[in-house]
């Protein structure tokens, strides 16, 4: 049974830094394309980092040049490196998997074709 669980949520000002972490059971990361996506309530969820089997990264234009995803494949953790915060990028923060090559619900952040989800992280931003 496949389970991704989030930590490292919390409250920081703007300007701070945070990292999430998803640990995955179930499966290992090497085999799946992982994802982080975000969440408002009355918005649509919003992909935010995608990183396939090889490395390959993609990110939103939002985030570019201040979150960094990785993956610790001994770990089994993906996480989400995210600096320079801002009010805006409060959201709940879900960690995502797509099982089938060539990925392309992670390349795309398409949120519906994703396979397997998080229960989610609160990420809040104060000015």
């Known amino acids: 049974q496949v389970q991704l669980v989030e930590s490292g949520g919390g409250s920081v000002q703007a300007g701070g830094s945070l990292t999430l972490s998803c640990e995955a059971s179930?499966?290992?990361?090497?085999?799946?394309?992982m994802a982080w996506f975000r969440h408002v309530p009355g918005k649509e969820r919003e992909g935010v980092a995608g990183?396939?089997?090889?490395?390959?990264?993609n990110y939103a234009a939002s985030v570019k040049g201040r979150f960094t995803i990785s993956k610790d494949k001994a770990k089994n953790t993906l996480y989400l490196q995210m600096n320079s915060l801002k009010p805006e990028d409060t959201a709940m923060y879900y960690c995502a998997a797509e099982v089938a090559l060539p990925c392309t619900a992670v390349a795309g952040f398409q949120d519906y074709a994703i396979d397997y989800w998080g229960k989610g992280a609160l990420v809040t931003i104060s000015s």
């Open positions: 990183i396939d089997t090889d490395g390959t990264t």
């Open positions: 179930g499966f290992t990361y090497g085999t799946y394309c």
